[in-house]
């Protein structure tokens, strides 16, 4: 490789398993080689995930940012910069934001941040502190790109981000990984979970208070106390581990769920594991465009999906799944029950799910729209 090839350093809090480190990966993995260099800058550190990353050329950096204050790290970073001497400056989110001042003194010339979604702190994105912060950094970014519709309007509405820095763009899944198939590898499963008479419901996320199993295993459990016909039909699977794992369990425990319930913990199979599950849960509070939410599409899944951020621009309801309100058990237990009860729209809405994923949110169609975007800032 050209060592002219541009060279972009992809700025993230942390390189961990989730929805934006995923598609950070997939654009590394899958953007032409002889057209762009990557680096990527750990404000924090990596965990295995790292692995994903298959292109042997880039280089990942951990800055071992200290909780709280830490202004040292601001001066590693510049330092890095100057020295890796990257042409793109690409950060994500507002943990990574502040990367943006270090890059601009370190004389980087094209500086982009993307916006993927928020935290429970700040679902709603009005919390005055983090209002003022953009608003400071506003300046120093020359383009942005937000995930979805939802975070473009309030870009310009909140954070007063004019027009034309701003492009927004879908985040996309790999088809040919989360391919169809007519036998599920059901042997991935529990025992008590391989018959094909069972209805197998699941969710894929970290288990965090912003993407709210709480109310997803609340629903479940509704769901088999209400209904307790269907208690012996359904089963439920919990991919992900997190901070909410133990009063899940206890939850499930105390309702002896634990022969229904499968905590199947962080996976490297999860587009296999997507092909044993008949219905997709997305119970989050708040979610930017929700990977998660596209595989189970791609996968020919129903989603049951929270009416927040950019979920209703993925899920059309009674089409591709079911829109809800956010936690709100009683209701997403209603939702699971209307599939029980209509068994056909599994198939139905799963297949309009796929054909929305392979026309709108292919990989190849958001690796076309970011190449556009950086052609465009690197012109100018």
Request: proline residues 5%; charged residues 25%; hydrophobic residues 40%.
């Amino acid at each position: 490789m050209k060592a002219d090839t541009p060279l972009i350093a992809h700025v993230l809090f942390r390189l961990g398993t989730g929805g934006l480190e995923n598609g950070v990966v997939n654009l590394i993995n899958h953007l032409p080689a002889d057209k762009y260099r990557h680096a990527v800058i750990c404000m924090t550190d990596y965990t295995s995930f790292r692995e994903r990353i298959t292109r042997d050329d880039v280089d990942v950096y951990c800055l071992h940012k200290k909780p709280g204050k830490d202004l040292a790290v601001y001066l590693r970073l510049w330092r890095l910069l100057r020295k890796i001497k990257p042409d793109i400056l690409h950060t994500r989110n507002l943990s990574a934001l502040e990367a943006q001042l270090p890059g601009f003194l370190a004389g980087i010339k094209h500086r982009i941040h993307g916006e993927h979604g928020r935290d429970l702190d700040d679902v709603d994105g009005t919390n005055p502190r983090y209002v003022l912060l953009r608003k400071l950094f506003r300046p120093l970014v020359q383009r942005y790109i937000p995930m979805s519709k939802d975070l473009e309007s309030w870009l310009r509405q909140q954070i007063q981000v004019p027009s034309y820095k701003i492009s927004q763009l879908y985040n996309g899944v790999d088809l040919n990984r989360f391919k169809l198939s007519a036998e599920p590898p059901l042997e991935l499963l529990p025992l008590e979970f391989r018959s094909p008479e069972l209805t197998i419901i699941g969710t894929v996320g970290r288990q965090d208070p912003v993407k709210d199993q709480i109310t997803l295993v609340e629903a479940f459990i509704h769901l088999v106390s209400t209904y307790p016909e269907v208690k012996d039909k359904v089963r439920l699977v919990l991919v992900g581990t997190g901070v909410l794992q133990e009063k899940l369990r206890t939850m499930v425990d105390a309702k002896d769920l634990n022969d229904s319930v499968w905590f199947a913990g962080e996976r490297s199979d999860v587009a296999e594991i997507m092909r044993t599950l008949d219905i997709f849960v997305l119970p989050s509070i708040n979610e930017g465009i929700s990977n998660t939410i596209l595989e189970a599409m791609a996968t020919a899944l129903p989603v049951i999906a929270t009416d927040v951020g950019g979920n209703p621009e993925l899920v059309i309801n009674n089409e591709t799944g079911l829109l809800i309100a956010k936690q709100n058990p009683v209701a997403m237990s209603q939702a699971i029950k209307y599939y029980l009860d209509h068994p056909e729209l599994l198939t139905a809405h799963g297949n309009a799910a796929r054909r929305r994923c392979e026309s709108v949110f292919s990989l190849n169609r958001m690796l076309a729209d970011y190449a556009q975007v950086y052609d465009q800032i690197m012109s100018h």
